[in-house]
């Protein structure tokens, strides 16, 4: 059974737009602990306690949007909307409802981080760059361990991180991960194929054919656009729709690609981006609400509640174009060889461009005197070795970087 002839099959159980906006705005509100979490949250709540879908669907999804690039549980969310709601509403639904709660509040703290002054406020704020340091050091390590398990997978993902030394700017990203996809099709061929359940999901061929046809144009034309206006806001829907349109690997792959970004031309400065990323990973939800913080930041405009409207927008939208696009041709897609390798050698390829992040401007910026080092260090032991909720080591490194110009540290 294919997508197309989903119609002959015992169709699942049907709900409305309206609940799961309710479900998961519920999710939104409670979601904590990063994609990996989410994704449980989700088998919890909606295979196990509502039964939307069963346990091998459930699986087949989650291998499509860990396939593609884009946030992986928002795309599983978004799927899961598309399922229970009869079609886009549901999906959008299911978006709006889990990805608004935390993109408000950091959209909040933007706006009023202006008001915190003062040498505590500074410390709470350099405690948030130290998060970042804890955090992504954690998520380098878990990927590197999962995503580059051979000696060709290592040496790809070392030399992405030439690339990226070397070319610099999002330029030398998209090379690293282009230059990876091709060495893994010819490299990484040993790994074992998709499973082969069937996804049975409400979107046609046709509407899939012009989900990506707007993921191409978009790619294509907008920085065209932006280039012959002149126009800010067209520039800042490019910057963002790139960043989303190039995540492989995990949420926190967009850190070295919005870096690239907005703090390269001046949008916004090294340290408010780091704070901001800190202050993320103590929010419910996805990561990448992250960009409404940016978004909201930014020094010219739009920005405030406008900026962080349409960063927040256009992040999203290439992952969920490219989820949609590929629903009716997923189970042909999977099985082949070549496709499976590539997307071996990208992932590993990602895993260099997180690590040359996480030296600069991760640990550059934040890492400046030995207790710096000593502080960001317990953070990545509670994450890694104690199993620590994120939102703690983000409460407990706040509360000593405040503590520290008390002390007379």
Not at 159 to 170: D, R
């Amino acid at each position: 059974m294919t997508i197309d002839d989903a119609e002959t099959a015992a169709p699942p159980s049907r709900g409305s737009p309206a609940e799961v906006a309710w479900v998961f705005l519920k999710l939104g509100l409670t979601s904590f602990g990063g994609p990996i979490a989410h994704l449980g949250y989700f088998r919890d709540e909606l295979v196990a306690r509502r039964k939307w879908i069963d346990e091998a669907g459930y699986a087949d999804l989650v291998a499509l949007c860990q396939f593609l690039p884009g946030p992986a549980s928002s795309q599983v969310g978004f799927a899961l909307g598309l399922l229970r709601g009869r079609g886009l509403l549901g999906g959008l639904a299911a978006w709006c409802g889990f990805t608004l709660p935390s993109a408000v509040l950091l959209c909040m703290f933007a706006l009023g981080a202006a008001a915190l002054e003062g040498p505590v406020a500074a410390g709470v704020l350099h405690g948030l760059k130290l998060v970042a340091v804890a955090v992504v050091a954690q998520a380098v390590w878990g990927m590197a361990k999962t995503l580059t398990p051979d000696r060709e997978r290592a040496a790809i993902a070392l030399a992405a991180v030439a690339v990226v030394v070397f070319a610099g700017g999002s330029l030398g990203q998209i090379g690293a991960i282009a230059l990876g996809a091709a060495a893994g099709h010819r490299l990484c061929r040993d790994g074992s194929l998709a499973p082969t359940s069937r996804l049975s999901l409400p979107v046609s061929r046709r509407g899939g054919a012009i989900a990506l046809a707007l993921y191409a144009a978009f790619f294509l034309a907008v920085p065209a656009l932006a280039a012959a206006t002149g126009s800010q806001g067209l520039a800042l829907f490019d910057a963002f729709y790139r960043s989303g349109a190039l995540v492989f690997g995990g949420g926190h792959v967009v850190l070295p690609l919005l870096q690239a970004e907005v703090v390269a031309p001046g949008w916004v400065t090294n340290g408010a981006f780091l704070e901001g990323y800190g202050l993320a990973q103590a929010v419910p939800g996805p990561l990448f609400t992250f960009a409404a913080w940016l978004g909201a930041m930014m020094g010219p405009a739009p920005n405030g509640v406008a900026g962080a409207a349409i960063a927040l927008a256009t992040i999203f939208l290439p992952g969920l174009l490219l989820l949609y696009g590929a629903l009716p041709y997923w189970d042909a897609l999977r099985q082949r060889p070549g496709a499976q390798s590539a997307m071996r050698g990208a992932n590993a390829a990602v895993v260099g461009i997180l690590g040359a992040a996480f030296y600069s401007p991760v640990w550059t910026s934040a890492v400046l005197s030995p207790r710096d080092f000593a502080l960001a260090l317990a953070g990545f032991l509670a994450l890694t070795v104690w199993k620590a909720p994120p939102w703690i080591v983000v409460l407990g490194l706040a509360a000593a970087g405040a503590a520290l110009p008390l002390i007379g540290a």
